[in-house]
């Protein structure tokens, strides 16, 4: 099938241009302005952003165990929404993805890439390492306890020496098990006044700052999921500073959403790590900006209705974020082109050192988004509805999504 995308903002190596770009056979095959319309399938993208697919570190698909929550196809037909071409599937699943056979049943390149990351201990009980050599023979290049600390130090160390040597990288869930134990969201003035059990800021931050002597020590690269506090941020601008191989993510609720949510308590609003400060949130918006923090990662992690339709103590963490990501990001931070997609796309995929970045003849994921279209976010393509958003209205929207297997998503439903 043979398409043309004209009249949008494209971006490119060479900056961002008004072009054509046309795909045949799933590839970029021409970017340059006035390319005849004939024989092709057009959208017409002006006013309209267009750059790389969006890439997702940190996504729970919930298969295999939990398929009533959400499974592989449910969750690639939310990214695809979302326009997502890849997405890391988190490991803690029943059983935990912590072999390779496990991984390769959770692998899939079409019509979005499904990549596996692998566990770091053996059932992410902490207290053996998992299988690493068979994980990494299995295509696995990020692992992670996500839903757990690893918390043994010693532990740690030695996965990340042989890691280190693999080449793979360790993503951590920074969340002291001591100092957050029974807590349900931050620790701050509005816990006081509910009174209900928080969880500091240090539980996130001491674990950082353990892990970062770590890296000094191993040399392994290190990835820090969903930093949600000011003083995480300043741990990851030293560690960069200090030329250390550190990244880090935020989800975009982290970006948009303060504690004073959980006022209502309403147990959507409860998350991992938890709903922080006004303060905490400007600093995750400004580390966002100057790239202290390289890439928004949604988090997506569908709950039941029946799960999340209790007490906001008894409800389990979590929020779904795949198909508002795009939306979420653009409101709350105002990025411009460049740096969108740099933070969306091109970043996130660098961390696995996986290919991306300006539109160019030959890539593959290209999408179209809308920073001015009004959509309401009401029937969600995930399984799970547990979202901050649903019944709003948002501003900005993924149009069209194509990937090597063509057109997978135009979406007008809903969009004004």
């Not at 008004?18 to 302005?33: A, F, K, N, T, Y």
């Not at 050599?133 to 030695?158: E, P, S």
């Not at 795949?322 to 091109?346: C, K, N, P, W, Y």
């Amino acid at each position: 099938m043979r398409y043309l995308i004209t009249g949008g903002s494209v971006l490119t190596g060479a900056g961002i241009h008004q072009l054509d770009v046309e795909i045949i056979d799933g590839s970029v095959s021409r970017l340059e302005p006035g390319i005849q319309q004939d024989g092709h399938e057009v959208t017409e993208a002006a006013g309209k952003w267009v750059g790389p697919g969006f890439f997702d570190l940190h996504t729970h698909l919930r298969e295999p165990g939990q398929e009533w929550k959400e499974d592989i196809a449910s969750g690639m037909a939310a990214a695809i929404a979302g326009g997502y071409t890849t997405v890391v599937a988190m490991p803690n699943t029943d059983p935990v993805i912590d072999a390779g056979h496990l991984a390769r049943q959770i692998a899939r390149t079409e019509p979005i890439r499904v990549i596996p990351s692998g566990a770091i201990s053996l059932g992410q009980q902490g207290r053996q390492l998992a299988h690493l050599d068979d994980l990494w023979a299995a295509g696995v290049r990020i692992f992670t306890d996500d839903g757990h600390t690893v918390a043994d130090a010693g532990l740690l160390r030695r996965a990340m020496e042989y890691i280190a040597q693999l080449g793979g990288l360790v993503a951590q869930h920074a969340e002291d098990p001591g100092l957050c134990r029974d807590g349900h969201m931050h620790e701050g003035s509005v816990s006081s006044r509910l009174g209900i059990t928080g969880l500091p800021s240090a539980g996130e931050e001491v674990i950082i700052a353990r892990d970062l002597r770590l890296v000094e020590l191993t040399g392994c690269r290190y990835h820090i999921q969903h930093v949600s506090t000011a003083g995480s941020v300043e741990l990851v601008r030293s560690a960069k500073r200090a030329g250390l191989p550190v990244t880090a993510e935020v989800t975009p609720h982290h970006l948009m959403l303060d504690h004073r949510e959980v006022e209502s308590m309403d147990p959507v609003f409860k998350m991992y790590p938890p709903l922080r400060s006004p303060d905490d949130v400007a600093a995750l918006r400004e580390a966002l900006r100057d790239g202290t923090i390289d890439a928004v990662a949604t988090d997506h992690a569908p709950h039941a209705a029946f799960e999340k339709d209790v007490t906001f103590e008894e409800a389990p963490r979590g929020v779904v974020g795949l198909e508002t990501a795009g939306s979420i990001v653009h409101a709350a931070v105002g990025l411009d082109q460049a740096a969108f997609f740099e933070r969306m796309a091109i970043a996130p995929a660098a961390v696995l050192d996986k290919s991306s970045g300006p539109i160019a003849i030959g890539t593959t994921d290209v999408i179209v988004f809308d920073p001015g279209a009004e959509w309401a976010y009401e029937r969600p393509r995930s399984k799970s509805a547990n979202s901050p958003w649903l019944g709003q209205t948002l501003r900005g929207a993924v149009t069209e999504v194509f990937t090597r297997s063509g057109l997978v998503s135009a979406i007008e439903e809903g969009v004004q």
